[in-house]
């Protein structure tokens, strides 16, 4: 088993040498001399890629690319065709790792872009293949933002500061952050902060003070502004139903 493994490893190695060796040597082909195809081979790669030799020169492909331009054996290129094959090979290889990333769970154009980035693709076939998916809808900042939000507040119990801080981590445009945030009213966020502050509630131990110290604490963490944290305490306060709510004045917000 072992053995195979690091066989699989080393065709890969070998692969990448040759694509490697192909990108310097494009370069290196005549301009005003027609290439034939000689020969056209599938690579060892995990990747659907193939071999089109010239004699002695030969590039690797997608084998979409490859049947999109007719690399078969017996036809004749430009260098300059070449060239336009290859970027165009370039941004099919991007598409198709950008779908592999998108297959284990939304993300943002930015997040999506940083992906791209560390797997060495090419800026612009990059920016390009971002605005396709943006066409086909596989990629929506507007959508994944409104989802964020929704998925944040009723199933962690978060503020909107907190909200806003992730969505601008994610690379989300201050513009839409706001107008999202915008969509949340007041009440659903103290619906929200409520649910949150009655469990640690609960959960703390000691009297009225101290359970305002911490609760009041944990909603602040958990991303709510400091007004609606004061009316979420002082409505636990009350819940409370303490005994003498006259002795505990001093512990409620106007």
């Known amino acids: 088993m072992r053995h195979r493994q690091n066989q699989h490893e080393n065709d ?19 301009d005003d ?11 060892k790669s995990r990747e659907a890629r193939y071999r089109i030799s010239f ?3 030969s590039i690797t492909v997608l084998e979409d690319v490859m049947i999109k ?22 941004r099919q290889r991007t598409y198709v790792q950008s779908l592999r990333f ?3 769970k939304q993300r943002t154009r930015h997040e999506l872009r940083q992906k791209l980035k560390q797997k060495e693709f090419a800026t612009s076939s990059i920016e390009e293949v971002l605005d396709r998916l943006e066409q086909e809808k596989l990629i929506d900042d507007d959508l994944f933002a409104k989802e964020w939000t929704r998925q944040r507040m ?43 502050g009655r469990k640690k509630w609960k959960q703390v131990r000691g009297d009225v003070q101290e359970k305002k110290r911490k ?20 409505r636990l306060i009350e819940e409370d139903g303490a005994e003498d709510l006259e002795d505990d004045e001093a512990l409620l917000w106007d």
């Open 102 to 104: 998108l297959e284990f």
């Open 69 to 90: 331009y007719r690399l078969t054996r017996g036809s004749t290129f430009m260098k300059k065709d070449l060239e336009a094959i290859l970027i165009a090979d370039e």
């Open 154 to 196: 009723e199933g962690q119990r978060k503020g909107k500061l907190w909200i806003r801080q992730e969505l601008r981590q994610k690379g989300i445009a201050n513009e839409l952050i706001a107008e999202v945030l915008d969509d949340v009213s007041a009440e659903a966020e103290l619906d929200t902060a409520l649910t949150a």
């Open 12 to 30: 890969e190695h070998e692969e990448e040498l040759h694509e490697q060796a192909e990108a310097d040597g494009i370069s290196q082909l005549p």
């Open 215 to 234: 609760t009041f604490a944990y909603l602040m963490r958990r991303g709510f502004s400091i007004d609606m944290v004061r009316r979420v305490v002082n």
């Open 33 to 43: 001399e027609e290439l034939v195809i000689t020969r056209v081979e599938r690579t």
């Open 55 to 57: 004699g002695i020169y």
